[in-house]
């Protein structure tokens, strides 16, 4: 039996005005993807548990089979996973991302989606110019960073931060930054990073050189997100079957690090629409001969949103139909009946807004004894219009492999 899973993320979404009422997936041609929903199961599962912030990181973990209450220390965690960096349990992490801040407004989550070699040499002259006691930062993909507090090592015990509240900086576009500044406890270490950071960036020459081509300078490091080192059972020991996960993001990468899954290098994979989609497909089908469950998640719908691109998102969302939903599906079929394909988001994130939501997403699952009463096409109101709600998302995952199975 195989299986695989794909996750066009936070692709699910409202009807937009821009759109004639329609929401991405209405308007968006996507005839591989419909076929799994007419021929299979459509249904809800909610990803963000009750009292939980609606990220990729609880939501990725739901959608995977790991219950976030249980399981989930912080999202930073999971992504310095996939970077191999060493974490001691005692030690916290935090994501850092490079933000463009105008006029006291989070103006760009991600500093105009900047380069990873810009991100990587920004990075590496503040660390050099800016004194950070038992603090280290590591460069990741883009605009991501992670940095890691190592006070807990010695005997006086270190900071604390279990008590701090960070935001998102993609929770609050437009917004005025100080309403959402760190607050509680050490907080006033990170005020000390967000501060040094902006006046280090402002003359930096790849700021500038980036403002004299119209784009987003990275004018600060914003740090959240923060956790420690979570311990996770294996995806084997729980299920008796070996995963790989291809993805383009570390925080993706992370999760599958610690379920003990492989990650799958693709050449020309990025988090956003410019991502050789074909690629990723034709790895997922290489792959179905050296594992179980194959996962495929594609960054290009959320980014879009998040940039207020409904244009983008549906053209994402078609891109994943034709060169992974659809190549996929054929590849599994030639080789017969034991399989199911699971397609689902991990969260809304909301074009109107620029967020995420946690409004239970849709899902569709295709393949051997899976078969609905709604034969509809792949929509957020006909999955809702269907028979299968899951109340708890990490529990679709088990349904999705043994349901229905002798």
């Not at 992490?93 to 900047?114: C, E, K, P, Y």
């Not at 998640?297 to 992974?324: F, M």
């Not at 946690?358 to 393949?367: L, S």
Request: proline share 8%; net charge negative; charged share 25%.
């Amino acid at each position: 039996m195989k299986y695989v899973v794909i996750i066009p993320d936070g692709a699910a979404d409202f009807p937009l005005e821009e759109l004639d009422g329609k929401t991405p997936f209405e308007e968006a041609r996507k005839p591989n993807t419909d076929r799994l929903s007419i021929e299979g199961r459509q249904g809800t599962a909610a990803t963000t548990p009750e009292g939980f912030p609606c990220g990729s990181d609880v939501c990725s973990m739901s959608l995977l089979g790991y219950d976030p209450r249980k399981y989930h220390k912080g999202r930073a965690p999971l992504e310095a996973a996939s970077l191999g960096i060493e974490m001691d349990p005692r030690d916290w992490v935090f994501r850092v991302n490079f933000v463009t801040v105008i006029d006291g407004l989070m103006q760009d989550h991600s500093a105009g989606h900047i380069s990873s070699e810009e991100g990587r040499k920004l990075l590496a002259d503040f660390v050099a110019a800016v004194e950070l006691p038992d603090l280290a930062m590591y460069p990741g993909v883009s605009y991501r960073n992670i940095m890691v507090d190592s006070s807990g090592r010695g005997d006086s015990g270190g900071r604390d931060w279990a008590s701090v509240a960070t935001t998102p900086p993609h929770d609050i576009p437009g917004q005025p930054i100080r309403k959402h500044l760190p607050r509680g406890g050490p907080a006033p270490l990170l005020h000390r990073i967000i501060e040094t950071s902006e006046r280090f960036l402002a003359g930096h020459e790849i700021n500038q050189t980036r403002r004299e081509m119209g784009l987003s300078p990275a004018t600060h490091l914003w740090p959240w997100g923060q956790g420690q080192k979570p311990v996770v059972p294996s995806f084997a020991s729980r299920f008796a079957l070996r995963g790989a996960m291809i993805t383009a993001v570390d925080l993706l990468a992370g999760i599958a690090s610690f379920i003990g899954w492989d990650r799958l290098d693709v050449p020309g994979q990025t988090g956003y629409h410019d991502t050789d989609y074909a690629a990723a497909g034709r790895h997922a089908v290489d792959a179905l001969h050296d594992y179980d469950v194959v996962c495929v998640h594609l960054e290009s719908p959320d980014e879009a949103s998040h940039s207020a691109d409904a244009a983008t998102k549906v053209a994402a969302i078609e891109a994943i139909d034709q060169h992974v939903v659809g190549p996929i599906h054929q590849a599994l079929e030639r080789r017969g009946p034991d399989y199911r394909i699971l397609y689902m988001p991990d969260h809304y994130t909301c074009v109107s807004t620029r967020k995420h939501d946690p409004t239970p997403v849709p899902f569709a699952i295709c393949g051997q004894r899976m078969q609905g009463v709604l034969k509809r096409p792949f929509s957020e109101a006909n999955a809702a219009a269907a028979d299968l709600h899951i109340k708890h998302g990490h529990e679709l995952m088990e349904y999705f492999l043994f349901s229905g199975r002798s």
